[in-house]
């Protein structure tokens, strides 16, 4: 018998309280007050069911088993090869593909699924650090019943009772984020079904109200607009930042960098315009850009359309330069059908209607813009929907509570009172990853299972359908909404893949087998992405700007690009990982402009307090170039008070801020200075490129009249030197890196830290100047501060030919292989230093303190093919050494060479917009080679003859004369 | 005008007959009875001892992350320690051989303090390099030895010739400071009272016995050590510059740096040896002995030394415009202009502006001016280390790097530490050992009127 014992106990525990409630059909009332039984009854029930547990079990050991070891191990698995499972993760309710790399049963990587839309090979950061959430030793564990343990079953029992008491579902509420789950959807529509009078509502912080009522009022129903990027030559974002902060955003960042890579056919290459009231991602790749308040933007967005005729009456004074607004319209002008305006996520609904009107009266409907059926699986409102809940909460009409996986008591608006509400309701039972906020003030907590735990489906962007599986049995024995939406429909026993497979089977009834293995392994079901909608514009009434007086400031409240909405605060990678455009870590700040903060006195690390109404919130100031003035810009995602051990109590809590009224834009702020000064771990200190040759930029035109002499290229490669090269072998591995096509959103950076075991330091660590990222994004301002240009620039280590870290470790531990890669002898390392100091690039990395911690948990994480850093030692980017030899035994072993493509790094696969290209020198055919012989081909500090392998390509940016 | 007429001379010693030289200076050691000025001076010195073994203790235990280093500022307190500590070093040096071989006699009544002084502060120095490891255990893999696995130390990295330098360093002074003291641990072995002290010097002594054969090995083999010591002088430093000269680091990459390191280390050497005589011969009464026209001649060559640094300085700058690198003169303007500029001020009026002074004769017939601007210049000198190892570091090729260096409670315990530690030998060296040469003065007063 090689039964596992604690199957047998939980079978006898489930039967247990089978017998005692449901076989009886009791209803318990202990069950609608908190706690286990502690009464007379219940002491002598529960000392019946000792008994029985006891006589169920046999005996109290455990029974005899023999253990052997695995002759045929498990299917598919050999030791210390890695399996990938195709999967999908969500971000905000749309899903994107992934594949996640399991070692030994362990998944330790994320990468994007190719054949995934939302993907293609790529992922964003939040995907990459997945894996570390999936890891995380703060995750919920046990179930919790007014604070205390519980189990699963006492939760089903104390729900399932409640829910017997109300068949009807009267004062039932079930709210979830935004579900674009089919599956999901169905099991919620049952329950509401079983239980008519019981009501769902959705609300996510982060969600699409104004682009959905910005379809309604244009189309008169919600759509999802979706963007081909690849097909458009001239794109106009009114404070969209669809390179990182949109659903589907990394399939845009793909489709958009193909018409701005270096090598981009020049019929091909697009031209961005951006007015924006935050500095972004897409502000930075912008040709044109315009800062401008956010209130601002709708009066922009009516000046454009009405001199594009889009629309019929325009603003009396358009707030963007004249020059530009000409420039804009007789681009978009000269590009029908070819071009894109897009609204952002922020602006009010007429805004996005607007950028459909104009979309139209282009033509772009059915070409760069297409239409789509919301991929939400129902549109509701979610501001609405919130508020609605907490009014009756208030009301007292609401007497049992669902959270599935939503963590309201810290993102719902302030003014609605979401907390105080919650008290009211007698019965809250809180499904979430974490013991959040809404945990702590839930009776009930049950611990989700995380994404890569479970069996489930999501949508992404385009409507493409991934089946979730799972790559490791839940750690805590998580459950997923869909699990627990069938045990409140009464189906306690069916788990999720049961109930996954049932709802599919009821879709794809024939051959459902192949079908289900199929979509699985191929990470998407085929023939789910949604058909293109050509509804019929209707007129609109454009609401008469109100914009105040310019005297008073204005709050712009933006999602975080590394804690999102606060839900990835508990994440290390993700919080150590510096914000693109501040390169801060750890905290969000209150961005100013820096005449704002000349004007008012302030200097970085200031403390503010920020007061609309009644209300303030103190925040640390940071002067950012390219802010608009008289906006003062605040991320959500921070101030969490039960994040976990890493995320409680970081930055400020900017929903304190956040209303019904006003959930992005916050009119009628005052900024007070309150004498105190906060640190702020900024991972760069210095902004500018002081003239020297760091970020190349050209423009098309001399792009395409580049030649070696005339782009004054160094010849790095013909420099004289007085060593010999030194011999190497059939391999010379270089990359390539091409600026024009680099957004600078950071998912190499932390593809990296996952794939190679790279430590988390901390927030006084990164103050120091200590952070471990072996590939680091530079980002330099170029121009005015007011509206400078922004540039990033990836920089892992340049592998120099003549590389100055080897000449001065004395102890040899800093050497060349015969592949040209300058590796990093860890064992050999003592840690003089003497290495970084000599680097020009600062790419070496030291290991100041043991960063590395044991953690068995976090343990579980690490790539087994990466040595675990100790204290003392200097590490650093080596091409993804373990995946170029992996590959190269696998060639080896075949008897053939490597192929140009077959070693591919961490950086390089997560890169949404392929600007990294990694290869082979010694094959003339190799992509890399291709690069590298471009005249936009350039290294960094040539001058120094170091003879990197790493090398860039020029930005080339495409502005319009006169614009 | 008595104490010019006792400076006439070459020998600027008084006029002792060599009995009345042996009884005090050996007196200090074997019967003077304890001051408790030393005994607070020991007391302070060896409570900033014990910070120096917690400062290390912590560090072992954690690691070099409790100091400011960062990236890019990789390097900071521990190597400005190191380099500052070897320099003082050399002025010992430059006084008992160079000196000597010069003939200058007057070094006699300075040259066992200072040699005593080279070896606390090579002790000092040698130590700095170790802590500042990330894995300080594993240091003696610099050092070539026959290694199971073949390995051997990277030949071209100047860490390595550093470990040579340093060692030769300390193992001559070593040797040359003890062939020194062999007459003289025979003459407190034949004066000690107590039968502990007898045989502990006694064994020191190594059975001399002053045979005219010993005097003559005595003086040929010092004069053979001297001859070994001299070179030193200049190429310890010279190596250790090229620790940083070696180096692309704009701020470091400089051919000037072997000459102006070692006028560099003279000049806080002299400093040091200024600290450090000035009291001492305040408080064991050897004003007779360590005069003022000693104190005079070495302020002389503070001053001489601290002109060749101040060229050392315009050179810099000249050199990195003529040269017309931009990232050397981004370095220069950083250097005088940015975040550290009011060190390198500090460091142009502690050890040009300043030492000025010592144009002025009265100055440097003054024990307390000449004891001042040691002080001045040993905190120059410092500073300078500092700003030329931290300031370029900070400031290098790539903007998006450049990040400040702020020192953390450990690396000025670590600095406070060793200089306590070195006090601490200092003193105790004092209590158990003639400070100066009893043997060589004793020649010097009895050759005296011949050099008259």
Redesign the interface.
């Known amino acids: 018998m090689s039964r596992d014992p604690n199957d047998t106990d939980r079978a006898a525990h489930l039967r247990f309280w089978r017998s005692v409630e449901e076989a009886q059909g009791e209803v318990d009332p202990s069950a609608d007050t908190i706690g286990l039984p502690t009464g007379r009854r219940d002491f002598m029930r529960l000392m019946g069911a000792s008994i029985a547990l006891a006589g169920l079990a046999g005996c109290s050991r455990p029974p005899l088993e023999r253990i052997v070891p695995f002759r045929d191990g498990p299917q598919q698995q050999t030791y210390g090869k890695p399996i990938f499972y195709a999967s999908a993760i969500a971000r905000d309710g749309y899903g994107a593909g992934v594949l996640v790399e399991c070692n030994m049963g362990r998944p330790t990587k994320i990468e994007g699924n190719p054949l995934h839309p939302a993907s293609l090979g790529a992922t964003d950061v939040f995907s990459q650090a997945a894996v570390l959430e999936l890891w995380d030793p703060d995750r919920s564990q046990t179930v919790r019943a007014g604070g205390a343990i519980a189990t699963w079953d006492a939760s089903i029992a104390a729900l399932q009772g409640r829910l017997r008491a109300r068949p009807r579902g009267a004062g039932v509420r079930l709210l979830t984020e935004t579900v674009t789950s089919p599956s999901l959807h169905a099991a919620i529509r049952a329950l509401l079904g079983r239980y008519p009078e019981a009501r769902w509502h959705q609300w996510q912080p982060v969600n699409r109200d104004n682009a959905y009522a910005g379809a309604r009022l244009a189309y008169g129903t919600p759509l999802d607009t979706t963007y081909r990027f690849d097909r458009a030559r001239v794109i106009l974002s009114l404070d969209a930042d669809f390179l990182d902060a949109m659903p589907g955003c990394v399939r845009y960042a793909h489709d958009f960098a193909s018409t701005r890579a270096a090598h981009a056919p020049a019929e091909r290459r697009s031209r961005l315009y951006v007015v924006e009231s935050t500095p972004s991602l897409t502000g930075a790749a912008a040709d044109h850009r315009v800062p401008l308040r956010a209130r601002d933007v709708p009066a922009a967005a009516q000046a454009i359309a009405h001199a594009l005729g889009a629309a019929s009456d325009g603003p009396a004074t358009a707030p963007v330069p004249a020059e530009w607004l000409q420039a804009v319209v007789a681009d978009l002008s000269q590009s029908r059908g070819g071009c894109i305006v897009i609204a952002g996520e922020r602006q009010p609904p007429h805004v996005h209607a607007l950028a459909h009107a104009m979309n139209e009266h282009l033509g772009n409907v059915g070409g760069t813009v297409v239409h789509l059926p919301a991929a939400a699986a129902e549109v509701v409102d979610c501001t609405a929907s919130l508020r609605e809940l907490a009014r009756d909460m208030h009301a007292g009409s609401v007497d049992t509570l669902l959270v599935l996986d939503a963590n309201p008591v810290h993102t719902a608006p302030a003014d609605l009172g979401f907390s105080d509400a919650l008290t009211r309701v007698p019965f809250k039972l809180h499904l979430g990853l974490y013991e959040d906020e809404t945990a702590a003030a839930s009776d009930w907590h049950v611990p989700a299972a995380h994404a890569l735990e479970s069996w489930g489906d999501v949508v992404a962007f385009d409507g493409t359908c991934t089946l979730q599986q799972p790559c490791i049995a839940p750690l805590y024995g998580g459950r997923t909404p869909l699990e627990l939406i069938a045990v409140a429909t009464g189906d306690a026993q069916a788990d999720a893949r049961t109930l996954l497979t049932r709802y599919w089977s009821g879709r794809q009834p024939q051959d459902f087998d192949a079908f289900f293995d199929d979509a699985l392994r191929r990470g998407v079901v085929p023939g789910t992405a949604s058909a293109p909608q050509r509804p019929a514009l209707r007129p609109f009434d454009v609401p008469p700007s109100t914009t105040p007086p310019g005297a008073s400031l204005e709050l712009v409240l933006t999602t975080d690009p590394r804690t999102g909405d606060g839900r990835h605060a508990n994440n290390a990678w993700l919080q150590e990982l510096p914000k693109p455009l501040t390169q801060l870590t750890w905290d969000n700040a209150a961005l100013v402009s820096p005449a704002l903060a000349q004007r008012l006195g302030l200097v970085n690390e200031d403390v503010v307090s920020l007061r609309v109404a009644d209300r303030s919130l103190d925040a640390p100031v940071w002067i950012t170039p390219g802010m608009p003035d008289g906006c003062v810009s605040l991320s959500l995602g921070y101030g969490r008070t039960r994040a976990g051990t890493v995320g409680s109590g970081r930055g400020a809590n900017a929903y304190a801020l956040r209303t019904v009224d006003a959930p992005w834009f916050v009119p009628g702020v005052s900024l007070v200075r309150t004498g105190r000064r906060y640190a702020l771990a900024s991972a760069q200190t210095h902004g500018r490129m002081e003239g020297r040759d760091i970020v190349r930029m050209v423009s098309v035109a001399q792009a395409a009249a580049c030649t070696a002499q005339a782009c004054g290229t160094p010849g790095y490669r013909d420099q004289r030197t007085l060593y010999d090269s030194p011999p190497f072998g059939p391999y010379a591995w270089a990359m390539s890196i091409d600026l024009s096509s680099c957004i600078g959103c950071a998912a190499c950076t932390i593809a990296c830290q996952a794939e190679n075991n790279i430590p988390v330091v901390g927030k006084e660590e990164v103050r120091r100047g200590r952070e471990m990222h072996w590939i680091r994004v530079d980002r330099y301002h170029e121009g005015s501060v007011q509206n400078p240009r922004t540039v990033f620039q990836p920089v892992p280590c340049m592998q120099c030919e003549h590389a100055p870290c080897e000449v001065v470790c004395p102890v040899e531990a800093s050497v060349h292989d015969a592949q040209g890669i300058n590796v990093q002898v860890y064992n050999r390392c003592v840690g003089t230093r003497f290495c970084s100091n000599n680097c020009p690039y600062k790419v070496r990395r030291f290991n100041f303190l043991q960063y590395s911690k044991d953690v068995p948990s976090l343990d579980a994480q690490r790539n087994p093919e990466v040595s675990v850093r100790m204290r003392g030692v200097m590490e650093k980017c080596n091409y993804c050494l373990q995946r170029i030899t992996t590959a190269r035994i696998a060639a080896d072993r075949e008897g053939r060479s490597l192929r140009d493509g077959e070693v591919v790094t961490a950086c390089q696969a997560v890169c949404p917009t392929r600007a990294i290209v990694f290869g082979n020198l010694n094959d003339p055919q190799s992509e890399v080679n291709r690069r590298k012989n471009s005249p936009l081909d350039y290294a960094l500090l040539a001058e120094l003859n170091t003879r990197p392998r790493t090398t860039y390509l020029a930005r080339v940016t495409n502005e319009r004369h006169g614009a | 005008m008595a104490p010019e007429a006792a400076l006439a001379g070459d020998a600027p010693g008084p006029r002792y007959s060599g009995a009345v030289i042996t009884d005090r200076i050996a007196g200090i050691v074997l019967a003077r009875p304890t001051h408790w000025g030393f005994l607070a001076g020991l007391g302070v010195s060896a409570a900033f001892t014990v910070l120096f073994l917690v400062a290390v203790g912590y560090l072992f235990a ?5 100091w ?8 900071a307190f521990a190597i400005t320690n190191f380099v500052w500590w070897v320099g003082i070093g050399h002025a010992g040096t430059f006084i008992s051989a160079f000196l000597l071989l010069l003939r200058q006699h007057w070094r006699t009544s300075i040259n066992r303090f200072a040699e005593a002084m080279t070896i606390f502060a090579v002790a000092m120095a040698g130590l700095m ?1 170790i802590l ?5 255990w ?2 003696y ?2 050092a070539p030895y026959p290694d199971v696995m073949n ?4 030949w ?5 010739w550093d ?1 040579f330098a340093i060692g030769t360093y300390i193992i001559v002074s070593i040797v040359f400071w003890y062939m020194g003291l062999l007459p003289d641990l025979a003459t407190l072995r034949d004066r000690a009272r107590t039968r502990g002290k007898q045989i502990a010097y006694g064994v020191f002594a190594l059975g001399w016995r002053g045979e005219a054969r010993h005097w003559h090995r005595y003086e040929t083999a010092y004069l053979l050590l001297a001859g070994l010591a001299t070179p030193l002088v200049i190429s310890v430093h010279s190596v250790v510059s090229l ?1 940083f000269s ?4 704009p701020g470091w990459h400089s051919t000037i740096f072997p000459p102006y390191f070692v006028a560099g280390a003279l000049y806080s050497g002299f400093a040091m040896a200024l600290v450090l005589a000035v009291p001492l011969r305040a408080a064991f009464g050897l004003r007779d002995f360590i005069t003022e026209r000693h104190l005079a001649k070495m302020g002389t060559l503070m001053l001489v030394t601290g002109l060749l640094v101040a060229y050392s300085y315009g050179v810099e700058v000249f050199s990195a415009y003529f040269g017309g690198d ?1 990232h050397e003169i ?1 370095i220069m303007e950083d250097r005088y202009t940015g975040a550290y500029a009011p060190v390198a001020w500090a460091v142009i009026l502690c050890n040009v502006v300043i030492p000025q002074a010592l144009w002025l004769g009265w100055v440097r017939r003054s024990a307390l001016a000449l004891f001042a601007l040691g002080l001045v210049v040993l905190v120059g000198m410092w500073l300078e280390r500092f700003l030329i190892i931290v300031q370029s ?1 900070a400031h ?9 260096f ?1 020192p953390t409670f450990w690396d000025l315990a670590t600095l406070a530490g060793s200089i306590g530690a070195f006090a601490l030998m200092f003193l105790l060296f004092l209590r158990f050992l003639p400070a100066i040469s009893m043997a060589e003065l004793r020649k010097e007063a009895h050759h005296e009127p011949m050099h008259q």
């Open positions: 954690v690691g070099v992350g409790i400011g280093i960062d990236q890019p500022v990789a390097w390099p500042h490891l990330g894995r300080p594993f240091f893999w610099l390995v051997w130390p990277q071209r990295s100047p860490l390595v470990i620790d070696f180096g692309l680091v931009a981004a570091l290098d090729f790539l903007p998006s790097s450049w990040h400040l702020v």
